[in-house]
């Protein structure tokens, strides 16, 4: 996840969906799009928490027609997802990894490339992360934020939602094998690319076609990161509450004066 959330820029193609799950690079990959492709890159989990707060609610729109069930419902799901990727050269993390298939639509011509990692440490990793978003204090916490900030406990139980809908029942290795078993199922052979960022640009720059950056390739700690963002979240609520709480001391104060 990077320091702050990315800027669209108007006129940008959309040409790459990155359909890695959290925890596999996608944070270095993100970065490395923006550099190979000369555009901003959308990493999801940086646009919601730094990002203003209607990224949240246009993504809680979203899911509220997600999975579609009809015509309706799958143009609202469009509609939402062109909106919120316009101006981006490719989209990574959550909740891109779940949508492939509706990007797809929107962008049939993007390619779709899945960052890769070891199972067994990714799954240790996501563990951690997914203790960090449910903390249960979190809505509370998140309240005096406004602007639709405090209902980030919303998404996260909306992909847990669709995490559970596309993979089921099952260890975390599981659904790791299953993710990818999904995206061979809706992604045409041609059109998706595996990714390990431990590799470099080399790979990379073969998908898509590009000369190797004279610059070091991006080496983002997806851990660190992700904690990082938390407590700036979460740290950002409770200086709220601690001018809410100072205001309403001053105001007793005074009450009690006259």
């Known amino acids: 996840m990077g320091a ?6 108007p006129g940008t193609t959309f040409q790459v969906i990155g359909a890695g799950l959290s925890r596999t690079g996608t944070s270095s990959f993100s970065t490395a799009l923006s550099i190979l492709l000369d555009g901003p890159a959308y990493h999801g989990g940086t646009q919601v928490v730094l ?3 209607s990224i949240i609610s246009s993504w809680l729109d979203m899911f509220a027609h997600w999975p579609s069930s009809n015509p309706k419902d799958k143009a609202i799901v469009n509609r939402i997802v062109k909106q919120q990727l316009d101006g981006y050269v490719g989209a990574t993390d959550v909740p891109i990894h779940g949508i492939v298939e509706e990007l797809l639509e929107a962008f049939p011509n993007a390619k779709v490339i899945c960052t890769v990692r070891d199972p067994e440490p990714w799954a240790k990793s996501m563990g951690v992360i997914q203790g960090v978003c449910q903390m249960a204090f979190l809505r ?3 309240l005096p934020l406004g602007g639709g900030k405090w209902r980030f406990p919303d998404l996260i139980n909306a992909l847990i939602r669709m995490w559970e809908h596309q993979y089921g029942q099952g260890t975390a290795i599981e659904h790791y094998e299953s993710h990818i078993a999904y995206l061979k199922r809706v992604v045409p052979e041609d059109q998706l690319f595996f990714f390990d960022v431990k590799d470099g640009w080399g790979p990379l720059c073969k998908i898509l076609d590009k000369e190797v950056p004279d610059v070091p390739f991006p ?13 700036k979240m979460v740290l950002k609520g409770l200086k709220r ?6 205001a309403l001391a ?5 009450w009690y004066r006259h």
């Not at 702050?4 to 820029?9: F, V």
């Open 4 to 9: 702050e959330a990315s800027k669209p820029k």
């Open 51 to 53: 990002g203003p707060p």
């Open 140 to 142: 509370f916490t998140l």
């Open 219 to 231: 080496r983002v700690n997806d851990s660190k990161a992700t904690e990082e963002l938390a407590q």
């Open 241 to 246: 509450w601690a001018i809410i709480f100072t």
């Open 250 to 254: 001053v105001g007793v104060a005074l």
